[in-house]
């Protein structure tokens, strides 16, 4: 693993626009970033980046089969008892999951490890899939990289075959907050997916869900049988119309159970079930008697939580660094402290994309910051 200074693009922001990434830049600071990139060997791409994303996905999914029923484990996770069913019952259904990514801590020489996972409403979709693959022939087409140069990077695909078998027959509700730019932007791509794989769609904005007295949620047009939402599922909870969704018919994307997976509180749970992975980071829950294992060196972070918001890195009992944000009503975790790798003064974390499951896609955020946020660049990745 290198990281590769790059001559940019000159044409690269109008390449942007066309292509819809209008949130190439937030804030007057660029956070698409080609004046460098990182590249990997084949062999760390399949084996210590593909191969433990499948394995961590599997150890998820037993966890899951395991916390469905457990209310222990589900009071642990602050998951409100009144949706307990609706979680269970779309398990139990075996309803489908379209994607997820696990944030990996990755230098080249040791084991990836799992920082967190975002398996419920993931965003840098859209970057990762689409404009650091026209990065890469582009680079090839200019010079800037080899020939010979490739991309861990079949998120595309993997979505239309997904949404072949995630759709049937049913029309395709997208609902978020459409004043957001990279929200926006991640819902017009995953639309179009959808509708390159034959699906009707509709996207509308979150606050434009409707209730019918029939017990239906509705557009301003028809019933939503099927509903992608990036919205979260903890927030949906405690929406006001968050009790309709117990008796509602409507299918999710993603699913209710990947309510358990979205929690931050997976990461103890992990290590409970899977002590000495190499995959994983000893973490315990914050008032378990056993995170004094950690010591006063580790990093805090709530249950629930965006963009690094509310995380903080301790070490020898001083907080180093903390980004703030509304999140850690519910409590806290801690997870031992892994600094991330410095390439160039830059910290990169690594997110490895399952499409269906499937390992199928690497992206890069870096910051100078080690604890990567919203405004955290993106970097594009080649296979040397």
Known sequence: MQRLACPERDDWRI?????????HTIDGERYWDERACYAFTLDEIERQIEAPTAEIDAMCLELVASAIDDENTLRRLKIPEAFWPLISESWYRDEASLYGRLDLS?????????????ADTPTSIFEAAVFQWTWLEQA???????SHADQFNSIHERLIEAWTKLGGDRHLHLAGTIENPEDAGTLAYLEDTARQAGLATTLIDVEDIGWRDDGRFVDPERSIELMFKLYPWEWMFHDAFGERLIKAPTR???????????????LPLLWEMFPNHPNLLPAYFEDDPNAARLGTSFVRKPLYSREGANVALVSEGVTVVEQEGPYGAEGFIRQALAPLPNFSSQYPVLGSWLVDHTPCGLSIREDENPITGNTSRFLPHAIL
């Open 15 to 23: 390449t942007a626009d066309e292509t819809g990434f209008d949130f």
């Open 106 to 118: 990755f230098d080249g020489r040791g084991p990836a490890k799992l920082l967190e996972y975002n």
């Open 140 to 146: 090839i087409e200019r010079r800037i990289i080899p």
């Open 252 to 266: 999710w994307i993603e699913p209710p159970w990947k309510a358990i997976l979205s929690n931050k509180g997976i």
